[in-house]
């Protein structure tokens, strides 16, 4: 029993991460209707970032803050520089400073519930938040009623940045670090995001945990910890046939 | 002579090597409805793009007196111009209440927003009873009344209206006709109208141009134009 309960408080440590990152990837996904499969490469070299300044003497929470706004710079310049020229896809949206804050202020705090509602508000309340939400689902309209595209896009892949790079340090303490490790833990947050559903901030913070108990608990007992990367894929495929919009996805309805 | 919000000199304007437009010259004048007539592929909706910068243009755009030709979507909006796309261009995923509010995305002035947020609601009774509701879920003839709504709460000085009759039964296209008479008259809105129904758009419209492609062959007052042998022949069927 006592294992079982470790198990379960492991894997809701590890669901936190999963949670942050999956949340970055239903920001891009909001921002721009695309899944950004560098997520976790950025939060990668962000956890570097911070790593070298810590070891250079800066203390832990200057080095969090610093990293954050250096991934959010880089984010924009990703996009700026190297999405832009190439996008003449659907665009974006986005309402991420919340987000970001909002996980941060959950790494320190553990207040995932109220952050989460702080999140929710931004999108469903500022009109910042709705613009983001209307340049993803229809640039041509929206600018129309005066909305700046480019810029909102921008900001979404900045804002997904500093939210993976939050990831990326919340992980560091957690589990050893090592080049390859995010894209294992980018798996469980994709897997994270779609069982919540791909558009749903709440969604993917869920998702993120119930990822991180099923992986540890069937890691455990189950099918050993080889195979726990296998639980990512089978959740895929499963949310994707079953139930392909998510516990908590959107399902858009249109008349034509 | 009132003076002319709106005139277009030489106008080119097309998609990639296709152009549409060849030369396009027109004026609106300030308070007019003035309606832009035309058969499929003549070059009505382009004219409409190209006004608000959807698409790349060549020659003189002056709004206002002043030359926006080069300026962007954005900024043209920022202007007071509105307009309503071929398609409606609502967002679906949105709903009716948050579709006005990014019409008035660009507004500062919160309170009177408010106000004229529960005007729209006194034209169109039927987006209030929606305002909660998903926009693609509307019907087309609500969706056409909530592009309309979402426009007017800019509160342009020009609504450029693109076939808002399309696809829409016979009683609501006359509702929407008759709440654009009102905004006209009451609000002060410059209209451009580009219409299939060109009975319909004679009858309301001060002023007509006659676009064939991409060029105007005709222009006047829309009461002479209904007179004219070949437009009641082409367009009014008898």
């Given at each position: ?205 869920l998702g993120g945990f119930i990822v991180g108990i099923l992986e540890n ?40 | ?238």
């Open positions: 029993m006592e294992t079982f309960i470790h198990q379960v408080v492991a894997g809701i440590a590890a669901g936190g991460v999963y949670a942050s990152l999956a949340l970055a990837l239903v920001m891009i996904y909001q921002s721009t209707h695309h899944i950004n499969f560098a997520q976790g490469e950025i939060a990668m070299f962000a956890t570097y970032m911070a790593w070298t300044l810590i070891n250079a003497g800066v203390s832990y929470w200057l080095a969090f803050v610093c990293t954050i706004l250096l991934s959010f710079s880089l984010g924009v310049l990703i996009q700026r520089i190297i999405i832009r020229p190439v996008e003449n896809a659907p665009v974006l949206n986005i309402v991420v400073v919340f987000i970001g804050l909002l996980v941060i202020l959950n790494s320190i705090a553990g207040v995932t519930m109220v952050l989460l509602l702080l999140l929710y508000s931004f999108f469903k309340f500022t009109p910042l938040g709705l613009a983001m939400r209307a340049a993803a689902q229809n640039p041509d309209s929206s600018r129309l009623v005066g909305i700046r595209v480019g810029w909102m896009l921008a900001l979404g892949w900045g804002l997904a940045a500093a939210i993976g790079s939050v990831a990326g340090m919340m992980i560091a303490p957690v589990v050893f670090l090592e080049p390859n490790m995010m894209s294992g833990v980018l798996l469980y947050a994709f897997a994270a995001a779609l069982v919540g559903g791909i558009d749903s901030p709440g969604g993917a913070v608990i069937l890691g455990a007992y189950v099918i050993g910890t080889e195979l726990k990367l296998s639980v990512a894929l089978v959740l895929i495929i499963v949310v994707l046939t079953i139930k392909p919009a998510g516990l908590f996805g959107k399902v858009i309805v249109s008349r034509v | 002579m009132s003076r002319m919000l709106l005139e277009v000199k030489d106008l080119f304007a097309g998609y990639g090597a296709t152009e549409v437009l060849h030369g396009l010259s027109m004026q609106i004048e300030e308070g007019s409805i003035t309606t832009l007539l035309g058969a499929n592929g003549a070059g009505k909706t382009t004219t409409l793009r190209a006004l608000s910068k959807m698409i790349k243009v060549r020659g003189q755009i002056l709004f206002d007196g002043k030359a926006i030709e080069g300026k962007a979507t954005e900024d043209i909006v920022r202007l007071g111009v509105a307009h309503v796309p071929d398609g409606r261009g609502t967002f679906g995923s949105l709903s009716t209440e948050e579709n006005l509010q990014l019409g008035s995305y660009t507004r500062k002035d919160k309170h009177e927003v408010a106000l004229d947020q529960e005007k729209m609601y006194s034209y169109f009774p039927r987006l209030k009873e929606r305002r909660n509701q998903q926009a693609g879920t509307l019907s087309g003839g609500e969706q056409q009344m909530l592009a309309i709504a979402r426009a007017l709460m800019l509160r342009p000085r020009l609504l450029l209206l693109d076939e808002p009759s399309f696809g829409l039964a016979p009683l609501i296209v006359r509702e929407i006709f008759d709440i654009m008479q009102t905004i006209n008259q009451r609000d002060k809105v410059t209209i451009l109208l580009v219409e299939q129904n060109a009975a319909m758009a004679l009858d309301l419209a001060n002023y007509a141009y006659l676009l064939e492609t991409g060029k105007l062959v005709l222009s006047g007052l829309s009461k002479d134009l209904k007179q004219d042998e070949a437009v009641r022949r082409s367009y009014l069927g008898h």
